[in-house]
């Protein structure tokens, strides 16, 4: 059984970085793609950043520069390390994966590219 378990998120101030984790486990294969994605209150959810399973990474415009996805492949964790934090990043944080990925880039950050969801992870940023 596939199973992606996020790292508890956190309450943070505005300009402040904090560091999730994904924990996979129960892949029949080691070549596997994560992402992040996230809900804000009031709003659909949206991919963040994504990691192939040869490392390439995307990112959204919206956390460009400010967030990094990297992967640990002999824990089998995959990273999203959140820097520049600001209100508008407060939201649920869910790690997602999938077997293959779209070679058109900004489709990797779409919901219907994953097969297995972790539970989701409060992010709160204060002002």
């Known amino acids: 059984e596939v199973q992606l378990v996020e790292s508890r998120g956190g309450l943070v101030q505005a300009g402040g970085s904090l560091r999730l984790s994904c924990a996979a486990s129960?892949?029949?294969?080691?070549?596997?793609?994560i992402a992040w994605f996230r809900r804000a209150p009031g709003k659909e959810r949206e991919g963040v950043a994504c990691?192939?399973?040869?490392?390439?990474?995307y990112y959204a415009d919206s956390v460009k520069g400010r967030f990094t996805i990297s992967a640990d492949n002999a824990k089998n964790t995959v990273y999203l390390q959140m820097n520049s934090l600001n209100p508008e990043d407060t939201a649920i944080y869910y790690c997602?994966?999938?077997?293959?990925?779209?070679?058109?880039?900004?489709?990797?950050?779409?919901?219907?590219?994953?097969?297995?969801w972790g539970q989701g992870t409060q992010v709160t940023v204060s002002s």
């Open positions: 997602a994966a999938s077997g293959g990925l779209p070679t058109y880039f900004p489709a990797r950050l779409r919901e219907w590219v994953y097969d297995y």
């Open positions: 129960g892949f029949t294969s080691e070549y596997y793609n």
């Open positions: 990691i192939s399973s040869e490392g390439n990474t």
